[in-house]
């Protein structure tokens, strides 16, 4: 599908990006004793920037596709044995339907760690019309975005597109500069003939973001490989959506938000939707802002600064230590499901991985992502967990 050809060239384009910057690839910190000051969780952060204009249907439906193999991807990169947080912002731009003082641009997430949100958001986008300015939502992102500060971090961006990448009033090697000057690496995804896409600048821009050019067929079905794997890893995610506790305004929605993603990933294939369950089962999505699990295991003293209206009916009349023994039952089963999800993700995996020799790729990155991140990894310091 689409999808390989699109999560390969963002992958791949990291490891361009470690190859061509390896002089420069131990990072600097400003320390005490070994230690750096102000020191903040390391953080993987990629900005996509997509082409919403007419013809790009197919571009969007990659982005659907692929989602969640891009997060279980990165997942596996660790930094000082530590899971980094993952944060991805979406941007659109070439839609008539934005304004043109927008330069017809829009964020639609910042970088945030609300997996969940990224999905409601890319299910929710259509294409519309066509100005592409990519110099301008390149600079968009490299100021509006709160990109991290250490240079342990990556900070990527990848934007996708099929028209000339010099269109509009601002520079893409201006605004691209600026990025680099933040330790952003740019990455182009031309949808379309890879010679057009040189002769359109879109190879130039990745080669001035010190990043990596692609091409490829937006149109492409994606194609999935089905497992005897998919059907257990489903039925655990089921289960562990019983271990979610809503608090708070908003807690009841962001739940009912969490199924509608579900669906929306069944809606896409049987694999995608578990592709998402596999992220489910990972450190990375964690929502504390709605669910009193993730919360306690970030603020132990949280049961007992929450309001009873606050929590579902069923739990208002439970004393704090009920509420405590209730919140810790549900935490220990979510902890079985993940690692009984994680068990089974590896043999899902492997099954892919032996599936995968047998039929021709689509294209000649499928086997090299894993490799190609490892590389990159090397480079930041990060290593690779299998």
Known sequence: MKSNIFISA??????SLASCNSSNATPKKNTIEGKPLNAEKTKIQVALLLDTSSSMDGLIDQAKSRLWNIVNT??????????????????????????????????????????????EKLFALTTNGGNEYCGAVIQDATKQLNWARENNNMKLIYIAGNEDFKQGGIDYKEAISDALKNDIYVNTIFCGDKNEGINTNWKDGADYGKGKYFNIDSNESVRYIATPYDDEISKCDEKMNDTYIN???????????????????????VSN????????????????????????????????????????AELQNKSTE???????????????????????????????DNESKKTKKQDDLGNAIT????????????????
Do not use: C
Request: net charge positive.
């Open 74 to 119: 990165l997942t596996t990169l660790k930094y000082d044995g530590k899971t980094p947080d993952i944060e991805i912002a979406l941007y659109e731009y070439g839609n008539d339907g934005l304004s043109k003082q927008s330069n017809y641009i829009r964020q639609i997430t910042p970088l945030s760690t609300d997996l969940d949100l990224i999905s």
């Open 247 to 269: 608090y708070g305004s908003k807690g009841h929605e962001k739940k009912m938000n969490q199924t509608t993603q579900d669906k929306n990933a069944k809606k896409v294939s």
């Open 322 to 352: 009920e509420l405590k023994t209730f919140v810790a039952q549900k935490s220990k089963e979510r902890e079985t499901i993940q690692k009984e999800i994680g068990v089974l993700a590896k043999k899902r995996q492997e099954f892919i």
């Open 273 to 312: 939707y578990t592709e998402r369950a596999v992220s489910k089962s990972k450190a990375v999505y964690k929502n504390e802002s709605w669910d009193l699990v993730d919360k306690v295991k970030d603020d132990a003293a949280a049961i007992s600064k929450i309001k009873k209206e606050e929590l579902p």
């Open 10 to 15: 963002l992958f791949a384009a990291a490891i």
């Open 371 to 386: 490799s190609s991140i490892a590389g990159f990894a090397k480079v930041k310091g990060y290593t690779v967990e299998k």
